[in-house]
């Protein structure tokens, strides 16, 4: 669509060129010229039988430069052929320049690099397993589109509410997309002021583009809670909420750990924490009798739904179990 209009006036000048060439008339089809022609019939038909035989091109060139033909017309009937010949001319000249002016334009606006316009700006959760629920502790996948003439842009990500943004990362206009990784911050993290649980950021993908810059409409990104284990003592395990790596007393939970004797899923038990904490500790005294390489641990958090927006370290708690392990077989 934008490659037709820029060629459109071109095509106008081309058409409008041709309309008046097939329309127009001849010089002699002039009302005020064949008034006098029709006078020369009458006062000169002799000259006039002369004229009549000659093409419209020949009669043009008399009727332009020929005194003889002058000098058989009346003054006035000179300054009226004079003044329709200047109006024909001014008339074609014109024409002649808008049709030129026209196609010139065409081409000037077909061949000059068209500027970069970024489009249809999204942004959605790198991790595949629900793209459409962002949370903070995955990396972020900004995605765009882009026409025109290609070059550098950069990105960044902007807390709407605080304004504060990201850094910001070059990238090819022709690239269409840039990753915003959690695991390295990116800068990612100071941006996002809301740190409570189950609460969220609304932030925007801005690219920019010299002095242009592409929002895309806002979106949320989920607090997300990573939960960590340590051992205590010989016999205990206990787990923590961390959000950005600090941890945190207001998410409360009752984890609930099933642990096997072998690898294949044979002879299980569960331990589960006896009630919501922030702080839940899980009792296991027999450790020997198990192995770490099979287990099922279900959160339970107290308050959280979406099983989405906290994630388990589990190599934390593999590390923790055989520190148990190693302390009970002493």
Known sequence: MFNFLTTLPAILGIIGFVIYLILKKSITEDPIIKSILEKLRYNEPGFYNQLDKLSDSEKVKILKTDYRLRDKISEGDRKLLDKSLTNQYRTNLFV????????????????????????????????????????????ITVTWTSSGKNGDILVALENIETGKQTKRYRALASDGEIIFKSDNYDNYDKILSNRFPNESNKIRAIVYSGQESFKSKPFEIKVGVKIICLPEESDKLV??????????DNFHFAPRLTLFKDEHFNNKETFEAPEFSSRPTLVIRNTKDFTISNFALSVNPRDIVNTKVYRTDVESLKVAFMELKNKQNK
Not at 111 to 124: E, G, S, W
Not at 239 to 248: S, T, V
């Open 96 to 139: 002649y320049s808008l049709c030129a002016i026209l196609l010139l334009v065409g081409i000037y606006l077909f061949t000059r690099p068209v500027p970069l316009q970024i489009d249809n700006i999204q942004v959605q959760n790198t991790d595949s397993r629900d793209n459409n629920q962002i949370v903070d502790l995955d990396p």
């Open 239 to 248: 787990f923590n909420a961390i959000i950005d790596q600090r941890i945190i």
